[in-house]
């Protein structure tokens, strides 16, 4: 999925030769919003054998992955990895049931750490291609499943110390933007983050002070009352790392350079993520039955 440096070659070339060139000038924009931003189409076979279509967009200058897909059920899944701040949110909107009295649809998001090396940077996205747009891909690696409690909500106005983008990418999720306490103490010790900032940023859910912990919603019967809602939402495909080869690339060998390793291609991933979180009342959980 990685393709050659011949395009950008003759972009520079150009330019080289004509300093003020309508073409020369064109071809460099065109070179800058290549190296800036790229998106892949991807066709994946998810496990109950469906073809699901991910759109992966990365910005090198945001420093910025998202990646996109619809499920059978029509349930959007968007995930925002803001690798800066070490942040990833995945992000569901979930088509509301008209019958059992709920609106056209609700957000949620999940703002968790990011853990480096889960996912390839900004910068290697947008030098990724695709020779077979068509292909039916499947993960060469599966990851399993990740839980995760969370432990409060997140206050989309005073949530830029956590990351800039999390407020404007859950602006549909104002009182469903969910956190957890070990990932606000992770986030403190990066350079120049402070516990107390973060922590004023996050209202935390009344069963914390709660002598009996609610029950999980599927166990609840009263349409209205609060209980423990959970959520999964699995990736089928992600670029999950690098791949190195051992010897010299062709381009090396063309000009008698190079040793040892090279970047020879991505390594590709499979994995669930299953969410438990507070809810107000069990109407915003019909799912988890």
Request: with cysteine.
């Amino acid at each position: 999925m990685e393709g050659s440096a011949d395009e950008k070659s003759m972009c520079l070339h150009r330019v080289r030769r004509t300093a003020v060139g309508r073409t020369s000038l064109l071809c460099l924009l065109l070179f800058i919003v290549h190296q800036a931003a790229a998106q892949l189409i991807i066709n994946v076979q998810n496990q109950g054998g469906e073809i699901v279509q991910e759109t992966i967009t990365s910005s090198v200058g945001d420093e910025t992955c998202t990646l996109e897909f619809q499920r059978s059920d029509s349930t959007l899944i968007t995930k925002l990895i803001d690798f800066k701040s070490e942040v990833q949110v995945l992000k569901a909107l979930v088509l509301g049931e008209e019958e059992r009295g709920q609106s056209q649809y609700q957000v949620m998001c999940f703002v968790t750490k990011f853990q480096k090396g889960d996912f390839i940077t900004a910068d290697a996205m947008v030098k990724l291609r695709q020779k077979n747009p068509s292909t039916i891909r499947t993960p060469e690696e599966d990851r399993g499943k990740e839980n995760y409690t969370m432990t409060g909500w997140v206050l989309l106005d005073r949530a830029t110390p956590i990351s800039r983008h999390v407020a404007p990418f859950c602006v549909e999720a104002q009182e469903a933007t969910y956190v957890r306490d070990v990932d606000l103490k992770a986030w403190a010790e990066l350079p120049g983050s402070s516990i107390s900032i973060l922590e004023s940023a996050v209202k935390l859910f009344p069963s914390t002070n709660m002598v009996t912990t609610p029950s999980r919603c599927s166990d609840v019967s009263a349409i209205w009352a609060p209980c423990l809602c959970t959520l999964e939402m699995c990736i089928g495909w992600y670029p999950c790392g690098l791949k190195y080869c051992k010897g010299k690339p062709e381009s090396a060998l063309q000009n008698n350079g190079g040793g040892g390793s090279y970047r020879c291609g991505i390594k590709t991933c499979r994995k669930c993520h299953q969410f438990s979180y507070y809810v107000r009342e069990k109407q915003q959980c019909l799912w988890d039955e």
